[in-house]
């Protein structure tokens, strides 16, 4: 696609709830990377694909957090017993290789509230 | 330790002026890569100007130039003649990890802008 896709723009959910934040990368672009932004910062690494592997997941908070990329496109990232502290705009990236001058280029994100 | 530090929270500027946001950044690696980004209040994110650790000369893009002090591990973003619509979340970032293939960016806290009339 033209560029970086995520839905639900907006997610509302209650607390001990499971939600599922889809990213559609720009085509052909390899690497893959979600990240957390919460009101008034900067965004906070996640997890980062290169292709259809985690390469890096060390920025998951704990094992409620889980992604996948299973073809090496689109990218699931799923959130089990969804806890208020959760409650972020999830921001997903992607890149198209790993030359160091690689940007990044974001979608519009995915504001997920839990109540 | 915080890898990438913004130290301004907040910065006033007047229409046409320049201004220069601050950012240093810690690592130990020898090639990286630094960007700016612009957050305006619609949330997106847009890709200003990149810098690379072994580029001799400072990145410019238009408006914008990086003010790259490798030595001091500084790589201040300045916006000249700035406009109202610069307005926005500017966060600074860093690749690190080149060399042994981890690709990680890390953002700093961001400096909010504010282009006064």
């Known amino acids: 696609g033209a560029g970086v896709s995520q839905t639900p723009s907006n997610k509302v959910t209650e607390k001990g709830k499971y939600v599922e934040l889809r990213c559609d990368p720009i085509s052909g672009h390899t690497a893959l990377y979600w990240y957390r932004q919460s009101l008034g910062q900067g965004p906070e690494f996640l997890i980062y694909f290169q292709g259809t592997g985690a390469a890096d997941d060390s920025g998951l908070p704990n094992d409620r957090f889980f992604a996948v990329r299973p073809e090496g496109s689109v990218s699931t990232l799923k959130i089990q017993r969804t806890e208020r502290g959760d409650s972020a705009v999830y921001l997903c990236?992607?890149?198209?290789?790993?030359?160091?001058?690689?940007?990044?280029?974001f979608g519009a994100g995915s504001r997920l509230t839990v109540l | 330790a915080q890898k990438i530090t913004q130290t301004q929270p907040g910065m006033f500027v007047q229409e046409k002026e320049a201004v220069t946001l601050d950012c240093t950044y810690d690592?130990?690696?020898?090639?990286?890569?630094l960007f700016w980004y612009k957050q305006p209040s619609s949330g997106e994110m847009i890709f200003l100007i990149y810098?690379?650790?072994?580029?001799?000369q400072n990145a410019t893009e238009g408006r914008y130039s990086l003010n790259f002090q490798k030595a001091r591990k500084s790589a201040n973003l300045v916006i000249s003649a700035s406009q109202l619509g610069d307005s926005a979340m500017y966060f600074c970032?860093?690749?690190?990890?080149?060399?042994?293939?981890?690709?990680?960016?890390?953002f700093g806290t961001g400096t909010r802008l504010k282009v006064l009339a």
């Open positions: 690592t130990s690696d020898q090639s990286y890569g």
């Open positions: 990236a992607s890149s198209s290789g790993s030359s160091g001058a690689n940007v990044l280029t």
């Open positions: 970032a860093m690749r690190e990890g080149i060399t042994s293939g981890t690709y990680k960016y890390i």
């Open positions: 810098q690379g650790s072994y580029d001799e």
